[in-house]
């Protein structure tokens, strides 16, 4: 599509920011809906936060994805941050409106997309959630809302009770922490319908490891892991040769883009073309 000057301009944030598979997926989604829009990437180390987010105001640019490590700081830079990103202290979307800078995070809503277009529904049932980090966060309140247990585990066991404090307060549920030690977790997988890796665990180049011995996974737990690269994670894996329900990491990073794609244009976002930009960059990289 060609650039005019009336091309509206959306990007991400972040540093590192090489590796981003953001460019990739909008593009083609802009594309496919034939928006004259275009999404770069922007790497910006953590001096220039400020500095990046007025010049987004200054030139009027239309949306940014906020990324790694950015997520927390930016906050205090946008004139209004919706709910959930304040109590999570993470944006991951920005959207400028005649100048004014509303902050969202999308990744919560995202894993819940993924979950549900996979079949697998929260409500009524135990989540048990390993990991206390920015995605994590984002993760536990959305499942604390909808599901009917959650249990948080973490290898730094203060992150862990800090969020269920906190979530327990938004959300007025009972929200359990823990470490995760291989008691802890093998103690709350047993009753657990849906298990979700939000720690950075069986990341390349570790991918020969697993949160979960895969002793303890059987057939009739559904299984969300965040990682995406690698595309298959030695839990999804072991977690296929168990018979369980297993949804990609891909899949939450494709719907909590979606969710962007949804606030910067207002338009339904074309999932399916944006799995295919997804998994084509991927698998491009891992050649
Ligand atoms: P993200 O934005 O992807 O959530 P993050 O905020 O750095 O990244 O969070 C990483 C998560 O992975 C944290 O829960 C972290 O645990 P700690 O709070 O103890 O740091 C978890 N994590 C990272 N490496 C880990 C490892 N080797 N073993 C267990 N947990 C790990």
Known sequence: MAITGKTKVCGVIGDPIEHTLSPAMHNAAFEALNLDYVFLAFKVKSAGVADAVNGMRALNIRGLN?????KSTVI??????DLSAQIVNSVNTILNKESL??????DGVGALKALRENGIEPKGRKVLLLGAGGAARAIAYTMAK???ELVVLNRTLKQAHDLAKLLQKAVNKKIVAGSLSPSDIEQNLQDSDILI????VGMKPNIDESPVKSKLLRSNLAILDIVYNPLETKLSIDAKSA???VVSGVEMLIYQGAASFEVWTGKPAPVHVMRQAALNHL?????
């Open 146 to 148: 909808e599901a009917d």
């Open 76 to 81: 205090n830079h946008l004139d209004r941050v």
């Open 243 to 245: 018979g369980a329900k």
């Open 283 to 287: 698998k491009k990289e891992q050649k």
């Open 101 to 106: 800078l509303f902050g969202f995070n999308t």
């Open 197 to 200: 890796n939000a720690t950075s």
């Open 66 to 70: 906020v990324t790694m490590p950015h």
